[in-house]
């Protein structure tokens, strides 16, 4: 087989394996409340880590001064309940302007 | 966040979900766009970044592994990368594994559609009905606009230029607070577990490959009681 094929493929079968996790064991095994409880508080963890390194870090280093700029402008926003629309824009508009200015 | 945390119903429900869901799906289609032209500019035909964004439907995964396969890393690295960034998926799956109920399409279809945002724009709902409803409708779209952006990029090849010129790289994780803020500002231990959790992710960075930083953070659990142990944090 390609090679680059066998990539896409093992990619996912994989993929979609560890996404099949949850719907499957759901209603065959009696999830006990205190794992449902530590399932949904992984995934805020989860999502919060993401967002951090998503925010601060690039390729093991740190992304610049211009994106976690902009993420707190977002950050900022969300906290005094800004519409959904105003927080995603505000962060990348202050992303983009920093850049335009010359910050990394 | 204000028009999510009202409870609403009906269409009016679903206007504010498409309203609100719209702007990720945007973002995520101009990624999906320079998806598909970093992989033709580094050489690869265009059914790969089309036919990987349709079956693998994972952005960072896809973004990595293709970087390993242009790089000369090989097939195995590639596949391994893209999996070890992949594996927080099966959290996402527990984490809403009742929101997908139990009917069988809507499970095995629902399953490819988990992903980051689509599951926080899901957890964000104030109650079940709505859940659902967000799941479906920003996970359908999200994956709509994800491929139809990454069919787009390979055809018109770098026209975009650099992405980061607009900044979308600080949109993803603006989108990412938006949608835990009302979470974390609700629920005190769910708070104390984020925190750590991040600080183990961000201290693992620079010394473990990627994926690993935010797998790491699930430790921050550790914080996470047994309501009934602590009586006295109890009010």
Excluded: K
Aim: hydrophobic share 60%; net charge positive; aromatic share 6%.
């Amino acid at each position: 087989m390609n090679p680059t094929l066998a990539v896409i493929l093992a990619l996912a079968v994989g993929t979609y394996a560890f996404r099949l996790v949850g719907p499957v064991l759901h209603g065959r095994v009696t999830v006990p409340p205190r794992v449902q409880e530590l399932a949904s508080a992984g995934a805020v963890v989860l999502l919060v880590a993401l967002l951090a390194t998503g925010a601060l870090t690039e390729a093991g280093g740190f992304a610049g001064w211009a994106r976690p700029a902009g993420v707190l402008a977002g950050a900022a926003l969300a906290w005094r309940r800004a519409p959904f629309a105003l927080v995603v824009l505000g962060a990348a508009t202050t992303t983009a302007l920093l850049r335009l200015a010359g910050m990394g | 966040m204000r028009s999510v945390q009202r409870t609403t119903t009906g269409a009016a429900g679903d206007r504010s979900l498409v309203r609100d869901s719209s702007l990720v799906w945007l973002a995520s289609g101009v990624v999906g766009v320079s998806f598909g032209a970093v992989s033709v500019a580094g050489g690869l035909p265009v059914w790969v970044p089309v036919l990987m964004s349709l079956v693998v439907y994972a952005g960072s995964a896809q973004f990595s592994a293709v970087g390993v396969l242009l790089a000369g890393g090989g097939p195995a690295a590639a596949v391994a990368t893209g999996l070890l960034l992949n594996t927080r998926t099966a959290a996402f799956s527990l984490a809403v594994a009742e929101i997908l109920g139990t009917g069988r399409a809507g499970r095995f279809l629902g399953a490819h559609l988990v992903t980051d945002e689509t599951v926080a724009f899901a957890l964000a709902q104030p109650d079940p009905a709505r859940q659902r409803r967000a799941f479906w409708i920003s996970g359908l779209g999200l994956f709509a606009v994800w491929n139809t952006g990454v069919l787009a990029g390979a055809l018109a090849g770098s026209a975009l230029g650099d992405t980061a010129r607009y900044g979308l790289d600080a949109a993803f994780p603006a989108v990412l607070v938006a949608l835990v803020l009302p979470i974390l500002r609700a629920d005190a231990a769910v708070r104390r577990c984020a925190l750590l959790g991040a600080a183990l992710a961000l201290a693992a960075t620079p010394a473990v490959p990627a994926g690993v930083p935010v797998l790491l953070a699930l430790a921050g659990l550790l914080l996470h009681r047994r309501p009934a142990a602590a009586p006295g944090a109890a009010a």
